[in-house]
């Protein structure tokens, strides 16, 4: 779809929103949810609270929408706000840290089956890891390597400046790496990840 | 070593699917939510109708139930409201409407109205489409769609119902069990089944592994502790790649052993131990049952879950899913149990072995988003359980 043209539907569909249409806040909800939802998961990584997160992003959406502007894409509008919500939950889950015995794992054999054990319990370590991570650092190191989003984009939903985004990247990657160095699951990982990205 | 480029680890994360029925609810609240909103948009006429009419109906339920009392009839749990009308009425877009344990959603250009008699709450549909769901209603008035001459009589399920200008009316059920009435002729539709013009016809659902030829060992005399990861012998099968699988292949399968594209799930624990805690005497009756006759035994625990409240009730209803599941092959009976039993217990139905139950039932055939998303559910909640290595390999061969 042209920009003009899907700048143009976000704004009408807000309008209906707005004028009590309760099919335009259904498609809204319905158009955004998956994308909002694969966001906040990559933010957060396997939660059993997502789905009260997700309604919480959805209520502060529809509380909001008097104030969307069209400044910038509805998409963008709702994923700062989606931001905003994981900041919170990451705050406030901050007093209780995962913790994690690293020295008694082995990285497992080669093989299908576990490589596919491998690629999972890889995620838990890399989730495992990133909670010790300031949340700042985390949801921009996230929405970056995880969901794929360009440096200037994250830095437009988490409302800092480029340079302050890039620093959090780098700052997270560089705590990764320190783990990864005391972790060989998770460093095995990482290094798929990468040679398969390449 | 870290990935350098946006979204290197991008497709080394899946994101786990969230279950449908899940997101339907999150939505459900998210839009009342919306309509609660300080300022947000004024809700149509017949909605601010509706505002003053549920106050209305519970002061006149009171005034009723006293003066029942007055006379020493037992009270009704449903107050009569006879020539109280909510006109329905939406030309464009779809509406919701909340009544009496009952959501109601409005499809475009639909015309209906809203009723409570003696009969109990009764939607008639002029033309259009309405989409209902209903909780069960044990204790609430009954729930009725009438389109033209034909009734649709609701005891806990989700359907809709839709009426053409020229009259033609069509009734499809999602869930649970109704009844359509046209004139004299009665017919009882289930989850997936469709009505039109007298005729029923099956939507295409998963399909039906038949488990009436060989129970296996009664799992109640067994250890309750769970089995982690190793099969039990004659524990349900899972076409890991082999979407459909006809009801015969079943003995085909027992002769021949399992094919190697097939993934055997452990059982969930069986509830029998359980009534031994709760020393009931009649769920004790009801489990001894289950060997002769497990239809019965169903149907009992079913009746038991009806009149009983608490932890006996969701037993009772956990182990009707279990009988139907394992006992009689009735997969779409077992899932209708382990619905009810969610919906009634929904603290106790996130219990371990009630989400494995859950899990085996829906990916007992196609490895669909369904049975994903409840592998993942279990997963979410119990990353470390008995079943995980189990509900771990489903998303694995699913992926």
Same mark, same amino acid.
């Given at each position: ?198 | ?25 999150? #939505?459900?609240? &998210? ?5 609660? /909103? *300080?300022?947000? $948009? +004024? =809700?149509?006429?017949? !909605?601010?109708? %509706? ?72 939607? #008639?549909?002029? &033309? ?5 769901? /209903? *909780?069960?209603? $044990? +204790? =609430?008035?009954?729930? !009725?769609?009438? %389109? ?75 250890? &309750? ?175």
């Amino acid at each position: 779809m042209a920009p003009h043209a899907a700048y143009l539907e976000d704004v009408l569909l807000v309008d209906r929103c707005l004028g009590g249409e309760e099919a335009a806040a259904r498609e809204l909800f319905r158009r955004q949810q998956p994308r909002i939802h694969a966001a906040l998961y990559r933010i957060l990584g396997s939660n059993r609270d997502m789905d009260d997160l997700l309604q919480d992003t959805f209520i502060q959406v529809f509380r909001s929408l008097g104030g969307y502007r069209g400044e910038a894409r509805l998409s963008t509008w709702i994923d700062r706000i989606a931001v905003r919500v994981a900041y919170r939950y990451l705050s406030q889950k901050r007093a209780a840290p995962l913790t994690v015995e690293w020295s008694e794992v082995h990285a497992p054999a080669e093989g299908g089956g576990d490589r596919r054990a491998l690629a999972r319990e890889g995620v838990r370590r890399l989730y495992a890891a990133l909670a010790d991570l300031p949340a700042a650092g985390r949801i921009a190191f996230t929405l970056h390597a995880v969901d794929g989003r360009p440096v200037a984009e994250v830095a437009t939903i988490v409302e800092a400046s480029v340079t302050a985004t890039k620093l959090r990247i780098w700052r997270a990657r560089r705590a990764l790496d320190r783990k990864a160095a005391r972790d060989p699951v998770l460093a095995l990982f990482l290094e798929r990840a990468t040679e398969e990205s390449r | 070593m870290s990935p350098r480029d946006p979204g290197g680890l991008r497709d080394h994360v899946p994101v786990e699917p969230l279950e449908t029925e899940l997101v339907d609810r999150i #939505e459900r609240r &998210v839009l009342i939510a919306y309509e609660g /909103v *300080e300022g947000a $948009p +004024a =809700r149509p006429g017949w !909605l601010a109708a %509706a505002r003053w009419l549920m106050p209305a109906v519970a002061v006149a339920g009171v005034a009723l139930a006293i003066a029942l009392n007055l006379r020493g009839a037992a009270a009704p749990e449903r107050p009569p409201m006879a020539g109280d009308v909510v006109e329905l009425r939406h030309a464009d877009g779809t509406s919701t409407y909340e009544l009496d344990g009952a959501v109601i959603r409005l499809g475009d250009g639909t015309d209906a109205r809203v009723r409570r008699d003696q009969r109990g709450v009764i939607v #008639e549909l002029d &033309v259009g489409r309405v989409d209902c769901e /209903v *909780e069960p209603r $044990p +204790a =609430r008035a009954p729930f !009725l769609v009438r %389109a033209g001459q034909v009734e649709v009589v609701v005891v806990g399920t989700a359907f809709g119902v839709e009426r053409d200008a020229g009259g033609a009316v069509r009734v499809d059920v999602t869930r649970g069990v109704v009844r359509v009435r046209d004139g004299t002729a009665e017919r009882e539709l289930l989850a997936g089944q469709r009505w039109s013009d007298g005729q029923v016809e099956t939507a295409s659902v998963g399909r039906i592994v038949p488990r009436t030829a060989d129970p296996g060992p009664d799992p109640r005399a067994a250890a &309750v502790a769970p089995q982690a990861s190793s099969a039990v012998p004659d524990a349900p099968v899972l076409a890991a790649r082999s979407p459909v699988r006809p009801p015969d292949a079943t003995a085909r399968r027992a002769a021949a052993g399992a094919a190697e594209d097939e993934v055997a799930l452990p059982r969930p624990s069986s509830p029998g131990t359980a009534f031994a805690d709760l020393r009931d005497a009649e769920l004790a009756a009801i489990l001894a049952l289950e060997a002769s006759d497990p239809l019965e035994a169903a149907r009992r625990y079913r009746a038991y879950s009806r009149t009983h409240d608490g932890t006996p009730a969701a037993r009772a209803l956990y182990s009707e899913t279990y009988v139907r599941y394992y006992r009689l092959g009735d997969r779409p009976g077992a899932l209708r149990a382990m619905q009810l039993y969610e919906r009634r217990f929904p603290t106790d139905s996130r219990s371990e072995s009630a989400l494995w139950l859950r899990v085996t039932i829906l990916c007992d055939g196609e490895l669909d988003r369904a049975c994903r998303a409840s592998a993942h559910t279990y997963v979410r909640q119990f990353p470390t359980g008995a079943w995980a290595d189990a509900a771990n390999r489903i998303i694995d061969e699913s992926m």
